[in-house]
Structures are given as C-alpha cells and as structure tokens.
C-alpha cells in the first residue's frame, strides 16, 4: 500500500491534442510578436546603412572627380541612385588629319555593381536639391541626366536626401544632407551633425 494514494498507479498517457493547440498557438503569438519588434528596430538601421553607402559614393565621386579632372553625377530615384561618369567621343573624318567630326558628350553609369544602389523594398527616398524638391520620376530622354553634380575640383551641388521607411510620414525617416564642399550631415534630435 502506499502512502500517498491510495488508487491505483495509472501511467501517463502524454498530452492531449487540445493541449499541444494551446502550446503551439501560444509559440506563434510569441513568434509573431518577436517578429515584429524586430522588423521594427531593423529600419532605423537599414536607414543608417543607406545613409552610410550614400556618404560613401559621395566621397569616392569627389576623390574620383578632383583625381581625373572631369565631372561626375548622381542620378536618384525613388527607388535607389546611379552614379554617372562624364564622358566624350569624338568621331574622326580620317586618320591621317585627325580633324574632329563631331563631338558626343555623355553620361555614362559607372560600370561597377556597387555604383547602382537599389533601396530594400521598405524604403523609399525624397530628394531635395539646392533647397528645392527634385523630380524622380523622369521621361526616358532625361534618365542619365544627374540631378547632383560633382566638378572636377571637388565641389558637390547641395542636396539633401530623406529616407524614409514604409509607412513613414514627412517628419520621420532619417534625413541626410551633402553640402557644397562634400560634408555630409544627419539631421538628429532637430538639429545637422557630421557623420
């Protein structure tokens, strides 16, 4: 006989069904909501990363620019940035007299993967150059023509890009602004720091 019960010993027969729909609805609840919180503090981040590559290109254009003595660009859109090389061809008559035919002036992509830079499908951008909002959305005969400059001695046309994530008002979004000589600043807690 034992001491603690006196009914028979009866061996477990595991869980029921009822009780693993509970447990696996309540791992999904939990999934779910993690899932969230996480694509939620991921877009401050992915904003810092595109920021970060925009500066990067900024500053490689300018290096590129005052290094090769001819001008470069970057072409936005809502989706993304290109980076453009300035370039001439001259057709010749004949070879011996080497007498220009005419000259073709271009902008050409840069042909490197890295220079084409597509945003996640999260974020979207709003430009702003010399102060005014700037058209992304271009008829074909425009679509190599910069909005942003860089010259050959280094100088970059204002311009301010706004990223923004889905579903982002206005004055949310991370706010990145290039400045004449090529210092780029965010705009954090209402005010222009130095990255």
Do not use: C
């Not at 609840?29 to 991921?42: M, Q």
């Not at 050959?152 to 706010?175: C, K, N, S, Y």
Request: glycine share 6%; hydrophobic share 40%; no cysteine.
């Amino acid at each position: 006989m034992s001491l603690y019960s006196s009914a028979p010993y009866r061996k477990s027969q595991g869980l029921t069904l009822i009780e693993i729909m509970i447990v696996v609805m309540v791992v999904g609840v939990l999934a779910s909501g993690i899932a969230l919180v996480a694509s939620r503090d991921r877009l401050p981040a992915l904003l810092n990363e595109e920021s970060f590559r925009l500066r990067v290109h900024v500053n490689h254009l300018r290096a590129l620019a005052m290094n090769s003595t001819k001008p470069y660009g970057i072409i936005f859109t809502q989706g993304g940035w290109k980076l453009l090389a300035f370039t001439t061809q001259e057709d010749f008559l004949s070879w011996g007299l080497q007498t220009p035919r005419r000259q073709t002036i271009q902008w050409q992509p840069l042909t490197n993967d890295n220079y084409s830079v597509a945003l996640p499908q999260k974020l979207h951008l709003q430009l702003q150059v010399n102060g005014a909002e700037a058209d992304l959305y271009r008829p074909a005969d425009e679509q190599n023509m910069p909005q942003v400059l860089i010259s050959p001695r280094g100088e970059v046309t204002p311009f301010e890009v706004h990223f923004l994530g889905a579903g982002q008002d206005e004055d949310e979004g991370l706010r990145t602004r290039v400045t004449t000589t090529g210092q780029v600043d965010r705009f954090i807690n209402d005010e222009w720091q130095a990255i």
